[in-house]
Structures are given as structure tokens and as C-alpha cells.
């Protein structure tokens, strides 16, 4: 292992992401170029609820009869080639690389853990740790947002990592072995010289690592807030989150619907800064809920489909699309307007108080039927502003607000906690009304403590930590929410 001639190469790869091909590059490369190579593998379970490794040795051409490893020995592990950020978190968590002898050539975009997708709270591990963590167990670090690169020059994430591990020069293979080898794949072979070259003029650039990187997501264009001189009364601190909310309520709805934003927002401008921060973000995220109406909106926008055929990588062929849709009965009604299913509504939450009964459907909208039934939904936009569902949203909206100008006519710290709680606002269907709920009941258990301290002359640190306990309770799981139900009721 201690050989100048030999190379070991680990690549960690959640199921989908080609990590069995570019092994396979690697190896093919390696033979073809003179040298002694072997890969392995490890099958694991997608989506990372297992690991899937692949494991790569190479060995001087001089090598007469070397002894090979079905499995990298933790610390003298040579290259880690990581398609996603969190594997080498878990590189790193199992020992394998190290400051003095590892180059970590990692993509920086972020495909999120089962873990991280279903807990109620922001459950997602900061990828400036992760970065910082590659840094400190690696001898030569190369990052970069691969995923974005590949569908910026349509390419593949796996092509623009093995580049990088050729322009690195760790390994002791000619470019050219490697282009070699990804031709007698014959698949996809001008896109991924493509992503080859790119990534090769990466590693020779040593590209910094981007702090900031995303999961790289498409998304469609909205419509720039700028420089809005409305923005121009509100806190510096506010204005930013003020400015991105703006482009986002013109895309959700109307000018007319940014305004009425603005004009709840400008409540707080001369109040506390965190605050107006708080409302600042959690207004916006609430007053863009995603109703029938945006899904089937951002369902059938031409940049969906312009997406959906470049992850194929299928020119010239027929792409066929299904939306699996599963909504309940308050997100049909919810999209009517309010006088008219009003009554039904009320009827319904008796009929069913636990849950409404869902309607699954498979949309082909590909087809002419299918996206006209839901670019149709979509146009339901120019009566949001009266449906059921927006009387509902605005009115417990309004109910927040109202809770935390009070608290600010009291104390800070309790308005903070209070304009906070709008983080537990999320979900569909039944834990939508789960959520609600548990906002119901921390605002009324926080007013009541509050309203105590006021009349005793008390200070509000009982309201305070009320506030924060339940909030953190609810946002920690199932058992959290089970706690916070029995901490309201003891109040």
C-alpha cells in the first residue's frame, strides 16, 4: 500500500448516480494504459437507507502479482470520488480518508436523506460542516457543484468526476486511456467527453469549493422585485428576505397580491429587527402554500418538461410523463370559492373530523387530455384570492399577526418566540391540520401566559419558554408533538 505505483479509489454513490460506470471507466482506463486494476463493489439499497460503494485499486505496470483488497483499509485510503456532499460525511464518519494521504474529489450539491426529508423541523445537515470536514481529512480537496455543471453543459455528474480524478494527476493513467475507455462504452459518448474535459479543466483550476452550493434543481424564471423603492422603509436586515418573497408572491399570484404582503410587513418595519425578519419569512412561505392550484401551475410549465427530457437524455424520442396526484377532499373544494362550498365544507369537517377521504389519479400529462385537465386546474389562479382555501389560510395568517403585534406590546422576547411559531406552518392534507392546530395551541397557551404575567407584574420568561418548548417539541417528531400537547394543556 506504501508502493509510489499504487492508487486506491473509493466511490461512495446513492443508487441512480452511475457510480458502478465510472468504476468501471476507471478500471478500463487502467488496463488499457498498462496497469495492474481491479474494482469491486458493494450493493446497498437505494436512496441511501444502505451504502453503495464501489472500490478501485491500481497498480504500477512493474506490479508482478500484487495483492489486491476487496475493501479500502480506513486511513490509507488515496482517492475519495464522491457524486454527492453527504457521502463523504459518511466517508468520513467510517474512517477512510485522511489529511495526510487523501484527494477528495466531491460534487457539493446535496441529494437529501431520508432523514432529512421527513423530519417536521429543518432537518438538514449545513453543507458548509461538510465542506469543512472534506477539508480537514483531505490532503487535497477538489469541490464543486458537479450537478448544476452537468445540466448546464448537458452532461453527466459521473463524467465530470472522472475528469477531475484525471486532471487531479493522482492517478497514474493518461487522459487518453481514459477517453478510451469511455468510448468502447459507446454509450452517451459525446456528452460525457463533454463532461470529461470540463471536469479535467476543474482540477487544473482547483476550483474552490462553493459554500452556497444547492441541490441544483431547475427552476423556472420568475418574474425580479429588483430594487423595489417600496422595500426601501424596512429594516437592511429584512430587506433581503423582503426582496426574494417579492419574486416569489408575483410568480404565485399578482402585484396585488406582493402588495398585500408588503403592507402586513410594514406592521413590524419600526419594531423589532428579528422580528420583522421572522415575519418577513414565514409570511411569504405562508402566503405561497401550495394548493392544487400552484402544483398544477408549476406541473405544466414549459421548463418542467424542457427538464424532464434533458434527465432522459433521449433526443429525437417520445417522452411520456404520469403525475401520480393523490389530493383529499379540502384541497378539491378548497379551490372553489368560499360563499359557494362553504356549507359543504363545514359538513365535510364533521363528516370526516380525522381526515377527508383522497382521490388518487394518474395524469399522463403528456398527452393532449391530460395536460389540458391540468393546465385547466392552473387557471383556477384568477379566483384563489376568494376560494375556500385562501379564506381559511388568511384568516389564521391574520390571527398570528395579531398574536405577535400584542406580544410586542408586551415584550421582545415573547414576540420573537411568537412570530417564530410561524416555522411550524407546513405540510399537506392531515399534517397540514396537525400543524394548524399545534399553532393554535401555542399561540392561545403563550397569550394566556403572557396576559398572567402582565396582570402580576411578572416578568414573561414563563411565556417565553412556553413558546420556544412547544415549537421545538412539535418540530423534533411525533413524540415531541405528544409533549407539547400535554406542556399546553398544564398551562
Not at 204 to 223: V, W
Not at 275 to 286: D, F, G, I, N
Amino acid at each position: 500500500m506504501n508502493d509510489p505505483g499504487f492508487v486506491s479509489i473509493l466511490i461512495p454513490a446513492v443508487g441512480g448516480q452511475g457510480g458502478g460506470v465510472l468504476s468501471e471507466w476507471i478500471v478500463e482506463a487502467a488496463l488499457a494504459d498498462g496497469h495492474v486494476a481491479h474494482g469491486t463493489s458493494i450493493p446497498g439499497v437505494a436512496q441511501r437507507t444502505g451504502s453503495t460503494t464501489y472500490y478501485v485499486e491500481v497498480f504500477s505496470a512493474e506490479a508482478a502479482e500484487p495483492t489486491v483488497s476487496l475493501y479500502p483499509v480506513p486511513g490509507a485510503l488515496d482517492v475519495l470520488l464522491a457524486p454527492e456532499l453527504l457521502e463523504v460525511g459518511r466517508m468520513i464518519e467510517l474512517g477512510f480518508p485522511s489529511p495526510a494521504r487523501t484527494t477528495i474529489i466531491a460534487s457539493t450539491h446535496r441529494l437529501f436523506s431520508i432523514q432529512e426529508k421527513t423530519a417536521v423541523g429543518d432537518a438538514i445537515y449545513p453543507t458548509e460542516r461538510l465542506i469543512e470536514a472534506a477539508r480537514q481529512f483531505s490532503r487535497e480537496l477538489h469541490a464543486f457543484d458537479a450537478l448544476a455543471l452537468a445540466r448546464e453543459h448537458r452532461t453527466e455528474v459521473n463524467a465530470i468526476l472522472l475528469g477531475a480524478l484525471a486532471g487531479s494527476g493522482v492517478a497514474p493513467i493518461r487522459e487518453d486511456a481514459y477517453r478510451d475507455a469511455i468510448r468502447a462504452k459507446g454509450v452517451q459518448v459525446d456528452a460525457n467527453l463533454r463532461g470529461f474535459d470540463l471536469g479535467i479543466g476543474l482540477a487544473r483550476r482547483h476550483a474552490a469549493p462553493d459554500a452556497t452550493a444547492t441541490n441544483g434543481a431547475a427552476h423556472a424564471p420568475t418574474p425580479e422585485a429588483g430594487n423595489d423603492p417600496r422595500l426601501a422603509a424596512l429594516p437592511e436586515a429584512v430587506r433581503a428576505i423582503a426582496r426574494q418573497a417579492l419574486s416569489r408572491l408575483l410568480d404565485y399570484q399578482d402585484a396585488r397580491y406582493a402588495e398585500r404582503y408588503l403592507e402586513r410587513l410594514r406592521a413590524f418595519a419600526d419594531g423589532d429587527v428579528e422580528v420583522a425578519q421572522h415575519v418577513a419569512r414565514y409570511l411569504a412561505l405562508w402566503m405561497t402554500y401550495e394548493d392544487a392550484i400552484r402544483v398544477a401551475d408549476l406541473k405544466t410549465r414549459a421548463a418542467r418538461f424542457a427538464r424532464i427530457r434533458g434527465e432522459a437524455h433521449a433526443p429525437g424520442a417520445v417522452v411520456e410523463v404520469t403525475d401520480y396526484l393523490k389530493p383529499d377532499l379540502d384541497e378539491i373544494y378548497g379551490i372553489l370559492p368560499y360563499a359557494l362550498v362553504a356549507p359543504f365544507a363545514r359538513w365535510a369537517e364533521r363528516r370526516w373530523p380525522h381526515g377527508r377521504p383522497t382521490m388518487a389519479q394518474h395524469v399522463r400529462t403528456t398527452t393532449v387530455l391530460g395536460y389540458l385537465r391540468i393546465w385547466l386546474l392552473a387557471r383556477f389562479r384568477a379566483i384563489r384570492p376568494v376560494s375556500y382555501r385562501a379564506h381559511q389560510e388568511h384568516a389564521r395568517i391574520d390571527a398570528w399577526l395579531a398574536a405577535v403585534r400584542r406580544c410586542s406590546g408586551w415584550d421582545a422576547g415573547v414576540a420573537r418566540e411568537v412570530a417564530h411559531a410561524g416555522q411550524l406552518v407546513k405540510g399537506y392534507g392531515d399534517v397540514r391540520r396537525r400543524m394548524m392546530a399545534h399553532l393554535d395551541r401555542l399561540l392561545a397557551a403563550t397569550l394566556a401566559a403572557a396576559e398572567r404575567a402582565s396582570r402580576e407584574g411578572a416578568d414573561y420568561s414563563e411565556a417565553r419558554r412556553l413558546a420556544r418548548e412547544y415549537r421545538t417539541l412539535v418540530l423534533s417528531g411525533p413524540d415531541g408533538e405528544v409533549k407539547a400537547e400535554a406542556l399546553a394543556t398544564s398551562v
